[in-house]
């Protein structure tokens, strides 16, 4: 392929095209809002484990947890695919949470080769401190924002979202 082909975009339909051009010449929208989005992931983590680093658990390991406590009981192959990891790297981080007592697995009644992820009581007692956390750094990221302001930046987030094939949740 050619070094030309390759530096032109896919065409869209024009409509979004020349939209899309519009505003990458006035706010230089490849770069601009790509990082915003990549730092303010970065930063909202970084707020979040602030908050949280007296529970001893590191950010991945949350992830794992407030994932299955929301749906417990998923195989390791589907928690690796909620949580968008490998399931070798889930696996050490499963084995150090069973370690520590935030998790059980047991075998699949259906499947022999399955094994599925619970959530112990354990978590519930740091619930409270983690909503805290959660709310303490929103509070932080929206800080200045008036309510209205912050339903219209939900929305808009939403419809990128559905934009690029994601569901609305």
């Not at 032109?8 to 915003?36: C, I, M």
């Not at 950010?59 to 929301?70: E, G, H």
Request: hydrophobic share 35%; with cysteine.
């Amino acid at each position: 392929m050619s070094q030309t082909a390759r530096k032109r975009p896919a065409k869209a339909n024009s409509a979004s095209h020349r939209l899309y051009e519009q505003l990458r010449a006035q706010f230089d929208v490849e770069h601009t809002l790509g990082w915003l989005f990549h730092d303010i992931h970065r930063l909202l983590n970084k707020a979040f484990e602030g908050r949280i680093v007296g529970m001893g658990l590191t950010r991945p390991q949350w992830r794992v947890l407030i994932t299955l406590r929301r749906d417990d009981g998923r195989t390791q192959t589907e928690l690796a695919d909620l949580v968008e990891m490998e399931k070798a790297p889930l696996g050490k981080i499963l084995d150090k949470l069973e370690k520590g007592g935030w998790i059980t697995r047991r075998g699949d009644p259906d499947d022999r080769r399955a094994r599925r992820v619970y959530c112990t009581a354990k978590i519930e007692r740091h619930l409270t401190g983690i909503a805290e956390a959660a709310r303490g750094t929103f509070a932080q990221a929206l800080a200045g924002m008036r309510e209205g302001e912050v339903k219209k930046l939900i929305d808009r987030l939403q419809r990128l979202k559905r934009n690029l094939g994601g569901e609305e949740s």
